[in-house]
């Protein structure tokens, strides 16, 4: 046979493991809080839970590789740190903390001899690609004096158009969210009584005719997507209902799911660490949150951060993250609580734009997103949010002044 035979690069009583990509080993997505590496092996660490000590093996020969990966882009959140275990890291001994704590990141390191030790050849944040959310948002429906079925189209860059001829039956204290990945749904609200009809968005913004409602009838209640490509409405008034409904990922609303949160309407609800929901606020006011996990499965009441109010809004941005803002408290509010990948919510951040409630919100341009109307009297104004989470100044009106709307994105 001919060829060189190059030495055994895992260092393993002479055994050689099956090699991937790379050259390296990959190995299960770690979730634990510690861990012990092998030189030759690739690891994706998940710090959705908590963060990971790391122990690199205690003797090493040059040239010995590992890889580290932020499997879910929680680093900045629980990062990881690392033990290296008798020997160098970079020339200090350990001593030495070595931490990386930013999103994304991509770490190899290799082992080049006693005296520097491991040194990293790849330290690097990996770009959220292709980008995460749709491209386009849509308010709809509300109150202006009367009940109303206009909508107006978000365009990727944040400017909003004029009003389109409403679709389906006007009303307020509605409910929207995305569904499908591309698509969206508003349900319930109220006329003269309590409705549980529903209408799809299209992936183009064309809103469908009232589709029979399934579930109780009801107004002021939430929704979110959830698992990638599919939907979730909860909570509600008349007497604060802690029901939910899950929606397919082809817009079918299912029959009520037994309420595990408080029971409550006027809340908010947005997406959260791709594939997972949260609940928030609303009712008497309260500030209480609920999870929702990627299969749909609303989690009891998590103590509430930030300004119990109601009759706010909320959305996702940055692909992973989300928002509430504004809302009630027996004055209106411009305060926000940024929500993580992992989903807590953060303490108020201080209020921009008008103060004001009963308004809606909803992604747009692929991570970022928009808070729009509400009242006191009737508001058009919007506030763009980047997709850091930063909010932006009243941008003046466009379209028919109103509140009890809703919003949602689709592409």
Known sequence: MSGVTADNPYRSSGVIAAAAAGGLSWQAIETGSTMTAEAGNAYWIDTTSNACTI??????????????????????????????????????????????????????????????GWIPT???????????????????????????????????????????????????????TEYGGDKGIFGYGKTGSNLSLTNLVSNSGVIGADVTGVGTARYAPAGCQYGGDKAIFGGGEPGGLGMSNLVSNSGVVAADVAAVMTGRGHLGACEYGDDKGIFAYGGGPISISNLVSNAGVVGSDVTGVGTARAYLAACSYGGDKG?????????????????????????????????????????????????????????????????????????SGVGTARYGLGGCSFN
């Open 55 to 116: 122990t690199l093996p205690s003797s090493a020969s040059n040239g010995d590789e590992i890889i580290f990966v932020d499997y879910d882009r929680t680093w900045g959140t629980n990062g990881i740190e690392l033990d290296s275990n008798g020997l160098n890291y970079q020339g200090q001994d350990d001593s030495y903390t070595v931490e990386y704590t930013t999103d994304a990141q991509a770490l190899h390191v290799v082992y080049s001899g006693a005296t520097e």
């Open 323 to 395: 928002i509430f803002g504004y809302g009630y408290t027996g004055s209106e509010h411009s305060i926000t609580n940024l929500v993580s990948n992992s989903g807590v919510v953060a303490t108020d951040t201080t209020g921009v734009g008008t103060a004001r409630h009963n308004l809606a919100a909803c992604e747009y341009g692929q991570g970022k997103g928009i808070f729009g109307y509400g009242t006191p009297g009737y508001i058009s104004i919007t506030n763009l949010v980047s997709d850091a989470g930063v909010v932006a100044t009243d941008t």
């Open 122 to 176: 790849l330290d690097k944040t990996v770009a959220d690609v292709p980008a995460k959310g749709n491209e386009n948002g849509i308010f709809g429906y509300g109150n202006d004096g009367s009940y109303v079925s206009m909508s107006n189209i978000v365009a990727n860059t944040g400017v909003v158009a004029a009003d389109v001829a409403g679709v389906g039956t006007g009303r307020d204290y509605i409910a929207a």
